[in-house]
């Protein structure tokens, strides 16, 4: 009996890490994302952009996370960057934005590119909304490259923008993605 | 030329004054000097993470827009987006992500993989890694 456990531990210890190197390879992470959000008014434009957006991909559950620094966006001007963090996204209170979603009907076999809505929920200034978002999914010799764009409402997240400034803030701001995965290893 | 007329003149030349520097202080490029801007931590990049594996909310307010010093070993460099990136080792999930001005292109791409680096910067947050952002490499050429 023991022998036969002797031989069987070893068998149960290489399914263990066989099942763990799996799940591993079904994951993929992106610590620079990069991602742009742009305000057009007759007024002024402004664009604010952050490279240091962390994304996490599960291929087999077809999850996508998404999370962000709010006071890593870099503005062209210091008062921009001083309202958006203070007085609109009050930093302070919400340091983070972030997004959760599932990819439809995304195919791991399909080589190239791939268009696919991805579906989640989008949590900015502590307010969540749910969002279709259009991102087109590259497979890039196993490795994926995900990008699209998609607009947001100011006042779906509770942002309040002083009559005075509403001119030169946009009612509707449009946001551009893009994330290059790696493998996930820890 | 009556009292009121030159109390009227004075009155529109401040509000042109006015005027003007408000226009200057509003369109106002972000000119961050990193260089000179004084530093509130000095740290090494065990340190930073362990705060924040302690307490990653004592340790957001606690370093919040501060500059901070720190001392670490080079894990990853890295130019995606036009970005330049240093990524210091930490421990076996996080690491430290310091984000560059262009200025130090030629320094950056001379880094080697565990050189010992001093990186000045303005603290940002933390989500896997610790984000800096403005950096300054301080020694380029120190090996330890």
Do not use: W
Not at chain 1, 38 to 45: A, I, L, P, Q
Not at chain 2, 79 to 90: K, P
């Amino acid at each position: 009996m023991i022998k036969r456990m002797n031989k069987l531990v070893p068998i149960f210890f290489l399914f263990i890490s066989f099942a763990d190197f799996e799940t591993k390879q079904n994951q993929f992470i992106a610590r620079q994302g990069q991602i742009t959000f742009f305000s057009y008014t007759s007024v002024e434009n402004i664009e604010a952009k952050n490279n240091q957006v962390l994304s996490i991909l599960d291929i087999n559950k077809q999850e996508i996370a998404i999370s962000m620094l709010m006071r890593a966006f870099v503005f062209k001007k210091d008062l921009m960057y001083e309202h958006f963090n203070e007085s609109y996204i009050e930093s302070d209170l919400y340091p983070k934005a972030s997004f959760e979603g599932k990819i439809i009907g995304f195919k791991t076999s399909t080589k190239g590119i791939q268009t696919r809505i991805i579906r989640g929920n989008l949590t900015i200034h502590g307010i969540t909304k749910e969002i279709d978002i259009k991102s087109t999914i590259e497979n890039v010799g196993g490795n994926y490259i995900i990008l699209g764009e998609f607009d947001v409402f100011v006042n779906d997240f509770q942002i309040k923008i002083p009559p005075i400034l509403s001119s030169n803030i946009a009612k509707m701001i449009s946001i551009q993605f893009k994330f290059q995965y790696q493998p996930y290893e820890e | 030329m009556t009292k009121k007329k030159i109390f009227l003149f004075i009155f529109i030349s401040f509000l042109f004054i006015f005027g003007v520097y408000c226009y200057f202080k509003i369109s106002k490029e972000t000119v961050i000097n990193i260089k000179s801007a004084s530093i509130s931590y000095n740290l090494y990049t065990d340190d930073l993470i362990a705060d924040f594996r302690d307490n990653e909310k004592s340790a957001n307010e606690k370093f919040a827009g501060k500059i901070v010093k720190i001392k670490g070993k080079v894990k990853e460099v890295s130019f995606l987006n036009n970005t330049n990136t240093v990524i210091l080792l930490g421990d076996e999930s996080s690491g430290i992500i310091c984000d560059f001005n262009q200025k130090q292109t030629k320094e950056i791409k001379a880094l080697t993989k565990n050189q010992t680096v001093i990186i000045k910067g303005i603290y940002k947050g933390f989500l896997k890694d610790v984000v800096l952002l403005n950096c300054l490499l301080m020694n380029d050429k120190t090996n330890e």
